[in-house]
């Protein structure tokens, strides 16, 4: 049994992990911004817990971390104003880097984008913009630091039922079920040779368990 934490635990992707987890065993904390999510969060099996790392400072989500076994990071934003969009998808992040070295929780895995990168190839003009340099940003300084980090890269993102299979060879974005995302998020947190890594991948025709360990 391991115990997880999931910022953006009301997330649809987190609501789906949750339920996976739990399942194998695990317990997990799902931190919310909003405190009328704590019912929904809670029916997955996860300990719903009112946080807003968007405001809270980085001592605070150290303590919040503190005795659990990995961090996963499924919050964003979700578009909109630039500021906001830095401030959660950037600095919110970085903190959560810094606070899981401080708690000594060394596992970490970022729920990123499949584009993503410093070349991410995005005019100032497209209103995606921000959101783009927030998460190159955020998965640069994650993979410099000490923590033992996995940046995944789901392509566009479906409502879909989870197949099991992806495809991380695939050298463009494609789709995915969000549910795949999920069991990828899982399966990530248990197989060692995800660490140090930035997997991309779409849904395919691989088992995840058998595309995460090669």
Known sequence: ?????VIGGHGKV???????????GDEVTALIRNPAHAEEV???GAAPVVFDVEREDRP??????SGHDAVVWSAGAGGG??????AVDFAAAVRSMDAAKDAGVRRYIMVSYFGSSPQHGIPASNSFHAYAEAKAAADEYLRATSLEWTVLGP???TLDEGTGLIDVEADASGRVSRANVAQVIAQALVEPATTRRTIRFNDGTVPIARALAG
């Open 81 to 86: 104003d630039p500021a906001r969009t830095h």
């Open 1 to 5: 049994m391991a115990r997880i934490l």
């Open 42 to 44: 809670r029916a997955t």
């Open 60 to 65: 605070s989500l150290a303590g919040v971390i």
């Open 155 to 157: 392509s566009s993102l």
């Open 14 to 24: 987190a609501l789906l992990l949750s339920p996976v987890l739990v399942a194998r």
